[in-house]
């Protein structure tokens, strides 16, 4: 299955991408170092974005990064406020596939 997305377009398409696992490391990479590096690699990456060369599937790939370390960060966030790293994990997809059905 081939997902369309455009710029305009990346937050609707880069729920479709997101992948657990990559979450689940980005995640412990915070908790083992600091969340800033996460966010300033993300602000980077959204950054390149609007570099106009870029091909529609360099876009999609840097959309998916984006979009793992931002689902990453909220993780973090529910577990710093008590949640158990699974149940926060899960509890984040399945909010994320809740939004895609509706």
Do not use: W
């Not at 979450?23 to 412990?28: A, D, G, P, S």
């Not at 960060?73 to 509890?91: F, H, R, T, Y």
């Amino acid at each position: 299955m081939s997902i369309k997305c455009r710029q305009t377009n990346l937050t609707y398409c880069n729920l479709l991408l997101m992948k657990l696992p990559i979450i689940k490391h980005l995640t412990e990479f915070i908790q083992e170092n600091d969340e800033d590096f996460v966010v300033e690699a993300a602000e980077t990456l959204e950054s390149l974005t609007e570099v106009a060369s870029l091909k529609e599937a360099e876009l999609d790939v840097i959309g998916e990064l984006i979009s793992n370390m931002y689902g990453a960060l909220e993780v973090n966030k529910m577990i710093q406020e008590g949640a158990a790293p699974k149940e926060a994990l899960n509890d984040f997809m399945k909010r994320v596939l809740g939004s895609i059905d509706k």
